[in-house]
């Protein structure tokens, strides 16, 4: 079983910066890709940013020249940099993890890591 795990997240003053970690452990092969999604409170969840294991970056439009995802593949862990943090930045942040696992792939999720930006 794929065990996606997430820290980082906190309370920042608008205009400051967090730094989210997350890895992914118990696949037998590197993750194909990882990435990040958030989910505000009454809202969807949505994709942040996503990493591919070639090195491909995409991002929501939202936070594009603010956010940077950066990743190790050999160790399936994956960061995302936040800075010039909005108050609308303020949700729960999972990780997710496109793994390999009893003979398929298949999208595993951390439990979430908040982040808090006040005005």
């Known amino acids: 079983q794929v065990r996606v795990v997430e820290s980082g997240g906190g309370l920042v003053q608008a205009g400051g910066s967090l730094r989210l970690s997350c890895a992914a452990s118990g696949s037998i092969l590197r993750a194909k890709a990882m990435g990040w999604y958030r989910q505000a409170p009454g809202k969807q969840r949505e994709l942040v940013a996503t990493i591919t294991s070639g090195g491909t970056t995409n991002y929501t439009d939202s936070v594009k020249g603010r956010f940077t995802i950066s990743g190790d593949n050999a160790e399936d862990t994956v960061y995302l940099q936040m800075n010039s943090l909005k108050p609308e930045d303020t949700a729960v942040y999972y990780c997710?993890?496109?793994?390999?696992?009893?003979?398929?792939?298949?999208?595993?999720w951390g439990q979430g890591t908040q982040v808090t930006v006040s005005s």
């Open positions: 997710n993890a496109d793994s390999f696992a009893g003979g398929r792939w298949a999208k595993y």
